[in-house]
């Protein structure tokens, strides 16, 4: 019997040590971010603060696309069969997530590359004349440039939902198994990307902003997960074993002290006496809300991988 209940306890405890099985928390956790980062950037053309020399939505793009194809090459390494994932855009279907995802992502590049030629990085500039020209008849038509920054914020929208759902959609998986983990994502995404920008902007009423912005974004997230939780344990007995796991269970600790803690609430009243000139902005919260939301991804694809139905014993 005890030997039993030593199996049983290290077979709860493993899945917290499985640190190589990173690609997938890492791929979500990035391409939230990326998603709230076109969003961000979308809303500032939308707003017509490429105006401002120093505005955040010309730095951006570029970091975006180094950091959605960072996420492409996470989840590429956790593909079995690496040499077949051209046949995801050989068809669309209309009800898999993964076809939605695969086609989001491809025209999430087209979209951040004709950003980016909104201000031509440093790097290509003087190289490119034919670039220079493109960029400089894209600024001289407002509107085009309203219609980039619009397109921008709705497919970080959707590539937002996308990471969520691409989870939820697997009911084999109880904690996944919820329609608002879409909306977590996304929450979490936007407030990450928030908490980034807020501190790479040199525009100083940008980062007020943003700082603002992501105190909402941090206190929505908060909300969320109340009613994601509260959704699992109004629902089956599988649910309520599977949210036991970020509860009380051998995931509790991390969800608590590093998600809920180090990532939210602490992040949330640092800036709130910034945003309220009781002290200086630092960047300890949004650096704390970054590594938050890294680890929430975690806690969530390593909880939900462990409570599978064939695990009875997980609550």
Known sequence: ???????????????????????????????GMVAGMMIIGGYFLFRGREKEHNCACFQLPLISFILISLGMLALFLDLEHKLYVWRLYTTFKIKSPMSWGAWILVLVYPALIINMLLKIPPFIKGKFI???????????????????????????VLLGIYTGVLLSTLGARPLWNTSIL??????????????????????????EMLAKADNLF?????????????GLLSSSDAQ????????????????????????????????????????????????????GGLILRFVIVYAGQYSHYLNAHFK
């Open 130 to 156: 034919w670039l220079e020209n493109l960029s400089a008849k894209i600024n001289e038509n407002k509107k085009l440039v309203k219609i980039i920054g619009l397109v921008n914020l709705l497919l970080g």
């Open 182 to 207: 879409w909306l977590l994502f996304l929450v979490s995404g936007l407030s990450t990307a928030a908490a980034f920008v807020h501190m790479i902007a040199k525009n100083k009423e940008e980062r």
């Open 1 to 31: 019997m005890n030997e039993l209940t030593t199996t049983r306890h290290n077979e709860m405890i493993d899945p917290l040590f499985h640190v190589w099985e990173w690609q997938i928390p890492v791929y979500l956790f990035l391409g």
């Open 218 to 230: 941090l206190t929505s997230e908060i909300f969320v997960i109340i009613l994601m939780i509260i």
């Open 240 to 291: 309520i074993n599977a949210v036991m796991l970020i509860l009380n269970g051998p995931y509790a600790p991390v969800f608590w002290v590093l998600v809920i803690g180090m990532g939210i609430l602490v992040p949330l009243l640092i800036q709130s006496l910034a945003v309220n000139h009781k002290i200086k902005h630092t960047p300890v919260a949004p650096i704390m809300v970054i590594i």
